[in-house]
């Protein structure tokens, strides 16, 4: 298989790693906060929830009248 000629055409100014380069800032460890918001969300839903279940159950249990 022939050789390829290998192109240098990455400048070298850029291709070496910076001086101070251990000094970057790395990835912050992920916290995880308080939501207030989707906490209430989350309770409006089970709420709802909740209520939908009870008048589905109410009205299976529904008898129609005796004529």
Known sequence: ????????????????????????????????ESDQFSKAMFIGLGIVLVVFLGSLIAVLMMHPPKL
Request: hydrophobic share 30%; glycine share 0%; net charge neutral.
């Open 1 to 32: 298989m022939p050789k390829l000629p290998i192109s240098d055409t990455a400048d070298v100014k850029t291709s070496e790693a910076p001086i101070d380069f251990t000094n970057t800032a790395s990835f912050r460890p992920h916290r995880q």
